[in-house]
T-cell receptor, first 115, second 110 residues
Framework: KAGVTQTPRYLIKTRGQQVTLSCSPISGHRSVSWYQQTPGQGLQFLFEYFSETQRNKGNFPGRFSGRQFSNSRSEMNVSTLELGDSALYLC??????????????FGPGTRLTVT | GESVGLHLPTLSVQEGDNSIINCAYSNSASDYFIWYKQESGKGPQFIIDIRSNMDKRQGQRVTVLLNKTVKHLSLQIAATQPGDSAVYFC?????????FGQGTTLQVKP
C-alpha cells in the first residue's frame, strides 16, 4: 500500500507570494492533518480535515488555509508569504479522526523556503 | 497553553546499550500519549502509544512508561542499534489535536 505522498518536495518562494501544497493520503484514509515543523517551534498543528470539512484548527493566522476533496486528497495554501513561513510542512493521514486511535501516518513533507 | 516538553535535546548512547528518552507534560487531563521517531528527510513515524489508564506498554524493543503523578512519560529502547538514530518526539492528544514536544536527538555510537 502506498504511503502518504506530498508534492512538491521542495519549493522556493518570494515574500508576498502564495503557495499551494498537496497531500494524497493512504488509500482508504479519510482524515488528513497538516503540521508545520521548524527548528524553533517544533511540530505545530495547522488543521485537520475529514469528509471535506475542517474539524480542527491550530493557532495560525488566516493566511494559512486548507481544503479536502471528495477523494480525501488535501491541499493547503499560504498567502502573502513571510520569511517566517519557511518550514517543513507535513501531512498526516488516518482512517478516521479521533475514535481514540491517533495512529497517523506522515508523509515526507514539503520543504518551503521563503526568500 | 498546555505544552509537552522533553528533558534533553540530545542523547548519545553506545550501540547495544539501552536508551531512555524522557518527556514531561503539563496537561493533567491528557489521556493519550504517543511517541514518534523522525529520521532525517522523513516524516515522523508512529512508534508506540499509551493511554492514561495504563502505566506501561511494551512493543518490539520499546517500552513506554507513564507516571501520571508527576506527569512524566518515557520511552525505553532496548539494545539500541545504529538504525535507532533519529529525533524522538512525544505527543499528547488535546481536544483532538496532537501537541508535540520539541524532540530529543538520539545518537548511537558504534
Amino acid at each position: 500500500k502506498a504511503g502518504v505522498t506530498q508534492t512538491p518536495r521542495y519549493l522556493i518562494k518570494t515574500r508576498g507570494q502564495q503557495v499551494t501544497l498537496s497531500c494524497s493520503p493512504i488509500s482508504g484514509h479519510r482524515s488528513v492533518s497538516w503540521y508545520q515543523q521548524t527548528p524553533g517551534q517544533g511540530l505545530q498543528f495547522l488543521f485537520e480535515y475529514f469528509s471535506e470539512t475542517q474539524r480542527n484548527k491550530g493557532n495560525f493566522p488566516g493566511r494559512f488555509s486548507g481544503r479536502q476533496f471528495s477523494n480525501s486528497r488535501s491541499e493547503m495554501n499560504v498567502s502573502t508569504l513571510e520569511l517566517g513561513d519557511s518550514a517543513l510542512y507535513l501531512c498526516a493521514s488516518s482512517l478516521v479522526p479521533g475514535q481514540g486511535n491517533y495512529e497517523q501516518y506522515f508523509g515526507p513533507g514539503t520543504r518551503l523556503t521563503v526568500t | 497553553g498546555e505544552s509537552v516538553g522533553l528533558h534533553l535535546p540530545t542523547l548519545s548512547v553506545q550501540e547495544g546499550d539501552n536508551s531512555i528518552i524522557n518527556c514531561a507534560y503539563s496537561n493533567s487531563a491528557s489521556d493519550y500519549f504517543i511517541w514518534y521517531k523522525q529520521e532525517s528527510g522523513k516524516g515522523p513515524q508512529f512508534i508506540i502509544d499509551i493511554r492514561s489508564n495504563m502505566d506501561k506498554r511494551q512493543g518490539q524493543r520499546v517500552t513506554v512508561l507513564l507516571n501520571k503523578t508527576v506527569k512524566h512519560l518515557s520511552l525505553q529502547i532496548a539494545a539500541t542499534q545504529p538504525g535507532d538514530s533519529a529525533v524522538y518526539f512525544c505527543a499528547e492528544v488535546d481536544t483532538g489535536k496532537l501537541i508535540f514536544g520539541q524532540g530529543t536527538t538520539l545518537q548511537v555510537k558504534p
